[in-house]
Each structure stands twice: as structure tokens, then as C-alpha cells.
């Protein structure tokens, strides 16, 4: 079927067919979450240890093995930015090209990809080997992370949107406690000599999981509302339904090359980016470094593993907690900027609390909750805003790529001669996240002046009613924002 028969075919569906009860909408959108839900939200718990295990085999003997000792702590924070540098030129061509594929086909050739680059860095021998490695994985994780939202979106209102996001990256922070536990098990392995080699072990455990999950998604996650086989008859017109609420989706595997050029000119996502930016930087200091900073605590290097757990877990429930809330106000600014004032104020606790452990280790559970709230409510709150398909196919890789950047920042802000107390590190990344605090709280401003602007000339739209986005995206006269 062409791509104009889609359209056809979509707009007759749409034209007669009967609204649906609240209870059929209820068990579609059950039916969505147990089919989508579960293998998204893994992929990205094993793509995010796959990208953040380099933390945990800090400890468990990588430098000392490959990198000749690393007594500065250079060698690691290349190693640690490669992936980076891969993940942010690939994030915008590789999501405007996953639209051109089917979802399942896209995502899963992602998972297995960045599978084997995860796997095959237990057989590096040298910083040329682990670097190629990272690199590799830095492609494939940017043809998926930008995708899911895109592809949620294509299912999802965005009454719904944010909270299934929040679940979806909830699974970042779940990785960080998996992570954690998966290292102090690992470490109690003792694999090689004087158990040196622990760290191969880790990424064997981590890396081919994901490849057995990618052959797994392949067959089972659902494809576009239009074409997939998970729904029959009445369901499939309940979800092109749902679709074109708000917004009037793409049809087919098509891009709209208007809208890549509007999304690269958007002052508002170049605005988000910095926001990104800020929280990303703190992310990968995180991810990167927080064994070693709880170790500076005092603590063995188990215990130190160990103790990453539980601000990863508590980050979790805060960020659903916030996405739920979110969605029921549809209103996400405010809650960004709390989550970033958040974090600042736990990095400034680090830096102006050197002795009290206790005041250390709360610092840390406030960074974690911070860090991924702004980040999961972000990325659902642009996945609405940008309008149309192609806009967000842009858009949320663009952002995101910019706001990558700030991870290449916090892999290399926490060199080892600044230890223990990193304050070059901290106070940076403090500056950061309270500067995406005032970015946050600008675009909520600029949100509701323009849905003020467009009630006054245009009127108040009805929430449920089809916007045609296909020509001006979220520049529709009465498409209306999530302030």
C-alpha cells in the first residue's frame, strides 16, 4: 500500500468511525503498554548499562590492565567521551532516517548493534581497542535513544505520553542500581589475577543481553498504528483515532523537509538544548564517577558499588512520580525547573559540606532525583511541542545531541589528581544545572504567552480535536503547547 493509499485509507477510518467508549480506549491503551512497554523500557536499562558500566570497571582493574595504570585519569576520561562523540554527530541523521523503517526493524538493528560493540569491549587489550568500542556504541545507541520518543508518540496522547516516558527512562536510573549490583557481584568473582580482570566479566554480563533482547524485538514490538499486526479492525481505528488528536500524524515512511529545516531553526529547542546540556553534564559525572565519589567517602570500593543503589532506585520513583503529575496538570516548565534547582542544590551541598558524610550521601540522592526527572520530562514535553512527525524526528535528536555535549563536559571535569573533593568538577556542574533552572522557567513563559496569543486571535481549541500540523508543525494556528 502507498503511501497516499495510507492517507487515504486513515482519513476514511478516521471520517466514520464511532467514538470510542472510555472503557475500549481503556483496554487499547492496556494493550499498548504490555506490548510496548516492557521491551522499550528494557532495551533502554541495558542500553544505558551498556554506556555507563565503564564507572563500575574503573574499579575493578580496567585501567591498571589497558590503560598502563592511568595515574592521571586522562586515558579513562578519553575512553569515557568516545562514546560521546559517536553518539552526538549520529543522534539527528540516524532519527530522521529511522522514519524511512519500520520501528521494530529500526530499533532492534540498534540493539543488537550496540550489543556486540558492549560484548566485544571485553576482548580490548589496549585504549585503541576499548576506544573503537565505544565509538561503535556510540553509533548505534544514537539511532535509538531519540527514536523512542518519537515512537511513543505515535501511540500515546499526550495526556499519556509523559508518564509512559517516565517509566522509559525511569529504566536509566533502574540501570544505574542494576549496575551497581551487577559490580558488586562481580567483583566478588575474582576473575584473573590478584582479580584484575573482573571487569571483562562485566562487560560479558551487560553486552550480550542486549543482543538477545534486539532478535526478541525484532518479531514482537509493534509497528506503526496503520500497519501493525497487534491490533484487529475496531482497534486500529480507535488508535489512528487517538493519533490524530491534538495533531494530524504522518502517514507512511515519509519525511517532511520543511519541518527538519524549522526544527534546526527553532530557538526553543536550541534554548532546551542548553537545558540538556546542563542536566547531561551532571548525568555523566554521575554515571561516570560516582563509585569513585562515594568512595572519597571513605567506604571500600564493594561497599562504594554498593552504595550507588539507592539514589538510583529513589531517582527512579521520583522522576514516575513527577511524569504522572505532570500529565494530569499538563504542565511540565515548573516541574523541569524544580528538578534542576534540585540537583544544583545538591552539588552545592557537596562543595560546602567536605566532612559531613552523612549531608554527602543525601547530596547524592538529590542529584540522582533531579538529574533524571529534568531529563524524563523533557524529553516528554518536546515530544509533544515540536508539532508534527518529521519536526520531532529532528527536533529531540537535535536537542538532545546538543545537550550530549555536556556529557563530553562531565566525563572530563573529574580528572584523579582533583581528589578527592573534585571541586572544579562539582562547581561546574552546579553552575549548570542552576543556569537550566532559568532556562526552564524562560520556555514555560514563552509556552503560555504564545497559547495566550493564540486563544485571543484564533480561540480556544477543543483538546481532543484534529490540528492539522502537516504544513506549519507546532506553528498551527491551533495547535496549542504543554507550558
Not at 558524610?357 to 509533544?384: C, E, K, N, P, Q
Request: with cysteine; net charge neutral.
Amino acid at each position: 500500500m502507498s503511501d497516499e493509499d495510507k492517507a487515504a485509507y486513515r482519513d476514511d477510518k478516521l471520517e466514520h468511525t464511532p467514538p470510542a467508549t472510555a472503557e475500549e480506549e481503556k483496554r487499547l491503551v492496556r494493550k499498548l503498554d504490555r506490548a510496548i512497554l516492557p521491551i522499550t523500557c528494557l532495551l533502554y536499562l541495558l542500553a544505558y548499562l551498556d554506556r555507563s558500566n565503564l564507572g563500575n570497571a574503573r574499579l575493578q582493574g580496567l585501567p591498571q590492565e589497558i590503560l598502563g595504570g592511568d595515574p592521571t585519569g586522562l586515558l579513562y576520561e578519553w575512553v569515557f567521551s568516545a562514546f560521546y562523540f559517536s553518539y552526538i554527530l549520529f543522534q539527528v541523521p540516524a532519527t530522521v532516517l529511522s522514519k524511512l523503517f519500520h520501528p521494530s526493524y529500526w530499533i532492534a538493528t540498534m540493539a543488537i548493534g550496540w550489543g556486540i560493540c558492549s560484548t566485544l569491549q571485553a576482548s580490548a587489550f589496549n585504549l585503541a581497542g576499548i576506544i573503537v568500542c565505544r565509538v561503535g556504541l556510540g553509533v548505534f545507541e544514537a539511532g535509538f535513544g531519540p527514536a523512542i520518543p518519537l515512537y511513543f508518540s505515535l501511540f500515546y496522547t499526550k495526556n499519556e505520553l509523559g508518564l509512559r516516558l517516565g517509566y522509559w527512562f525511569g529504566f536509566a536510573a533502574i540501570a544505574g542500581a542494576f549496575g551497581g549490583l551487577i559490580a558488586f557481584g562481580v567483583q566478588l568473582i575474582h576473575f584473573g589475577p590478584d582479580s584484575e580482570s573482573d571487569w571483562k566479566i562485566l562487560f560479558l554480563i551487560e553486552g550480550i543481553p542486549a543482543i538477545i533482547l534486539g532478535v526478541v524485538t525484532w518479531f514482537a514490538l509493534p509497528n506503526r498504528p496503520e500497519s501493525t499486526h497487534l491490533f484487529d479492525e475496531r482497534e486500529r481505528q480507535i488508535a489512528l483515532e487517538r493519533g490524530a488528536r491534538g495533531t494530524k500524524a504522518d502517514v507512511g515512511l515519509v519525511i517532511n523537509k520543511k519541518h527538519v529545516i524549522a526544527a534546526l531553526t527553532d530557538w526553543r529547542i536550541l534554548a532546551c538544548g542548553t537545558i540538556y546540556f546542563g542536566v547531561n553534564c551532571a548525568l555523566a559525572s554521575i554515571s561516570a564517577f560516582l563509585p569513585t565519589i562515594i568512595k572519597t567517602f571513605g567506604y571500600t570500593n564493594a561497599l562504594a558499588q554498593l552504595l550507588t543503589v539507592p539514589p538510583y532506585v529513589v531517582g527512579a520513583a521520583v522522576l514516575c512520580m513527577t511524569a504522572y503529575a505532570t500529565d494530569r496538570l499538563q504542565s511540565r516548565g515548573l516541574a523541569i525547573a524544580s528538578s534542576c534547582a534540585a540537583g544544583a542544590i545538591g552539588y552545592l551541598l557537596v562543595i560546602l559540606v567536605p566532612s559531613n558524610m552523612h549531608v554527602r550521601y543525601f547530596a547524592v540522592f538529590l542529584i540522582t532525583s533531579g538529574t533524571y526527572t529534568a531529563i524524563g520530562v523533557i524529553i516528554a514535553w518536546f515530544a509533544h511541542n515540536l508539532g508534527s512527525e518529521t519536526k520531532k524526528a529532528a527536533g529531540i535528536p537535535l536537542f538532545m545531541a546538543i545537550g550530549q555535549c555536556g556529557s563530553v563536559l562531565g566525563a572530563n571535569i573529574y580528572p584523579s589528581s582533583d581528589g578527592p573533593r573534585y571541586l572544579r568538577g562539582f562547581t561546574i556542574t552546579c553552575a549548570l544545572m542552576a543556569w537550566a533552572t532559568v532556562c526552564a522557567v524562560i520556555l514555560y513563559v514563552s509556552y503560555r504567552r504564545d497559547n495566550k496569543r493564540r486563544d485571543e486571535l484564533y480561540g480556544k481549541p477543543d483538546p481532543d480535536a484534529t490540528v492539522d500540523t502537516s504544513e506549519l508543525a507546532d506553528k498551527a494556528p491551533m495547535f496549542r503547547y504543554i507550558p
